[in-house]
């Protein structure tokens, strides 16, 4: 396998993540679906089913994905309990609560900008059509 160039993309953005806290922070969450997953562990335990129906759009593919990387990243513990059939539940780590506040003004702030910036948005695309 070939050695990276040192000025690399990947080895750029690898040292901003390191160095940039929001980067960082913004990594780990990032993405359509880990936030999404981390609200509705927000009010306890879910089983595997439970997140899937609770979560319109994903694959139980991606739902494992993620929850594999959301584990991995210390923001989710999951537990397998001995008894058959086997049932394992996910629920946040300490770490992860911890961004509950977080993210509660991030949703105050895009119920208040979100119609703003729509039709913001909606006025340039009328005024590039005409």
């Not at 993405?31 to 899937?52: A, N, V």
């Amino acid at each position: 396998m070939g050695k990276r160039k040192e000025n690399s993309t990947n080895s750029i953005n690898a040292q901003y993540i390191t160095e940039c806290d929001l980067t960082y922070t913004v990594c780990k969450i990032g993405g359509r679906w880990k936030l999404l997953i981390l609200c509705k562990l927000e009010t306890g335990k879910l089983r595997f089913s439970e997140l899937r129906d609770r979560i319109s759009g994903i694959t139980e593919r991606m739902l494992t994905l993620q929850l594999r990387e959301l584990e991995k990243e210390g923001l989710l513990k999951r537990t397998v309990y001995a008894q058959v059939p086997p049932r394992v539940d996910y629920e946040m780590t300490d770490i992860a609560l911890e961004l509950v506040p977080i993210w509660k003004q991030l949703e105050e702030w895009g119920k208040k900008h979100k119609e703003i910036i729509y039709s913001q948005v909606e006025e340039a695309s009328n005024t590039q059509e005409n």
